[in-house]
T-cell receptor, first 111, second 115 residues
Framework: QKEVEQDPGPLSVPEGAIVSLNCTYSNSAFQYFMWYRQYSRKGPELLMYTYSSGNKEDGRFTAQVDKSSKYISLFIRDSQPSDSATYLCAMSEEGSYIPTFGRGTSLIVHP | NAGVMQNPRHLVRRRGQEARLRCSPMKGHSHVYWYRQLPEEGLKFMVYLQKENIIDESGMPKERFSAEFPKEGPSILRIQQVVRGDSAAYFC?????????????FGQGTRLTVV
């Protein structure tokens, strides 16, 4: 079993839809949870990060962490074609400087 | 303030040749991380360096791969005697401190193709 599991997709949605992206993990010591966005042929860029449990909102993006279920989510409201990209989750333990990445979910938002 | 600069963006090498990938961190960043990305596996950590020091190379293959981050100049990831399985996208990231979790920025990557 991989430490971080993420469905590669692709996930195809119409413009304006609410998108839910998810990751599961097995390491209960993970404390930092990050979401990266990667456009085709580009490097990943950090979207949001959360420490420990709870929710965090930034504009159209909401990150949720459920440590009891070892499950994290990224919600995108009012999705736009410009949101089409691969979304990678990443997580790390307290004191660790190297996050473990999921393989990414490809999202396609069609007009 | 320029971002993390990687060059070349694309590199083609024949089997057995050497590949040199360069990474210039963002201004003020002294921590560099190298990752490899394969389509079916996602981003895999290779090595973490500070100026003139390798801090963590637990993700580096034991043979043919080496990395350095000299006092002056970019960080270099070197792959000797490349094989087809080395074909991948190689990304570096830099951060101002030892907190890659929340402070790191990635470069655009170097896409290595071994023919």
């Amino acid at each position: 079993q991989k430490e971080v599991e993420q469905d590669p997709g692709p996930l195809s949605v119409p413009e304006g839809a609410i998108v839910s992206l998810n990751c599961t993990y097995s390491n209960s010591a993970f404390q930092y949870f990050m979401w990266y966005r990667q456009y085709s042929r580009k490097g990943p860029e950090l979207l949001m990060y959360t420490y420990s449990s709870g929710n965090k909102e930034d504009g159209r993006f909401t990150a949720q962490v459920d440590k009891s279920s070892k499950y994290i989510s990224l919600f995108i409201r009012d999705s736009q074609p410009s949101d089409s990209a691969t979304y990678l989750c990443a997580m790390s333990e307290e004191g660790s400087y190297i996050p473990t990445f999921g393989r990414g979910t490809s999202l396609i938002v069609h007009p | 303030n320029a971002g993390v600069m990687q060059n070349p963006r694309h590199l083609v090498r024949r089997r057995g040749q050497e590949a040199r990938l360069r990474c210039s961190p963002m201004k003020g960043h002294s921590h560099v991380y190298w990752y490899r990305q394969l389509p079916e596996e996602g981003l895999k950590f290779m090595v973490y360096l500070q100026k003139e020091n390798i801090i963590d190379e637990s993700g580096m293959p034991k043979e043919r791969f080496s990395a350095e981050f000299p006092k002056e100049g970019p960080s270099i990831l070197r792959i000797q005697q490349v094989v087809r399985g080395d074909s991948a996208a190689y990304f570096c990231a830099s951060s101002p401190g030892q907190l890659m979790n929340t402070e790191a920025f990635f470069g655009q990557g170097t896409r290595l193709t071994v023919v």
